[in-house]
């Protein structure tokens, strides 16, 4: 396996799942867009994961390498049929990408909160074993306002409709992050978009309390994340 991962900030990386990949073999490369890394060729890798990152996707101007990012997920997904994993800005991305909308939210989504698995969800693969309700980290003030045609909306929570979604049988969106270690909150705390947004939501000085409370929910995030793991690399692997 050789896994590919667009970033597009340095600390939003595949996080837990590293370990998995370590433990399993996996080779993965990380190709760091907002650094100018150029895209390498789609047809050497088996698989395209997408991160986040504390852009918006329709901030061209400012981050044109968007644009070609955009491309080589379209071609990912609809041409490559290549299994996909976008998270946060990354399920934004792919929504954009395939003819979906993405915009700001009234309100941004920061915190420890509830997800609800739809009933679309239903025998998709990628969720199959997960709880129907759970606690997740989010952390946006962006969302995927309208699905791209064809897809499924697999999970919601009472803030945003469009949690995750599933496009065909090898490409997945999710809103909410999975990939989350004990260094994830207080790194993401100085990143002044987030720091921004985690004031606004929670009130000043919250960065302690929420790094708290992502830690006492630690073994339940990575205990979902390997779940999540197990279930998409059988799929990877027979690409």
């Not at 044109?64 to 491309?71: A, D, N, V």
């Not at 469009?162 to 990143?191: D, K, M, N």
């Not at 830690?215 to 339940?220: G, N, P, V, Y």
């Amino acid at each position: 396996m050789h896994l590919l991962v667009f970033q597009h900030i340095a600390i939003e990386h595949p996080g837990i799942f590293r370990d998995f990949f370590r433990d399993d073999g996996v080779r993965w490369t990380a190709v760091e867009l907002d650094e100018g890394e150029p895209i390498p060729e789609l047809r050497d890798f088996d698989a395209l994961w997408v991160m986040g990152g504390p852009m918006d996707t329709w901030e061209e101007d400012a981050h044109p390498w968007l644009i070609p990012e955009k491309t080589a997920i379209r071609r990912a997904v609809t041409e490559l049929n290549m299994p996909f994993l976008g998270i946060c800005l990354g399920h934004q991305l792919l929504a954009d990408a395939l003819g979906g909308s993405v915009g700001p939210m009234a309100e941004a989504e920061v915190g420890i909160l509830d997800v609800q698995l739809t009933e679309d969800d239903i025998g998709d693969p990628l969720f199959a074993g997960m709880p129907e309700t759970g606690k997740c980290l989010q952390w946006h003030g962006a969302a995927v306002l309208e699905p791209p045609p064809g897809a499924r909306v697999l999970v919601r929570s009472p803030a945003c409709a469009v949690q995750a979604i599933g496009i065909g049988e090898r490409a997945w969106g999710l809103q909410y992050h999975v990939e989350l270690t004990p260094a994830t909150v207080p790194e993401w705390g100085f990143v002044p978009a987030y720091a921004q947004a985690l004031e606004a939501t929670l009130g000043t000085d919250a960065l302690g309390h929420f790094a708290a409370e992502a830690a006492q929910h630690m073994d339940t995030f990575n205990r979902d994340a390997r779940r999540l793991y197990q279930n998409f690399m059988p799929i990877a692997q027979t690409s």
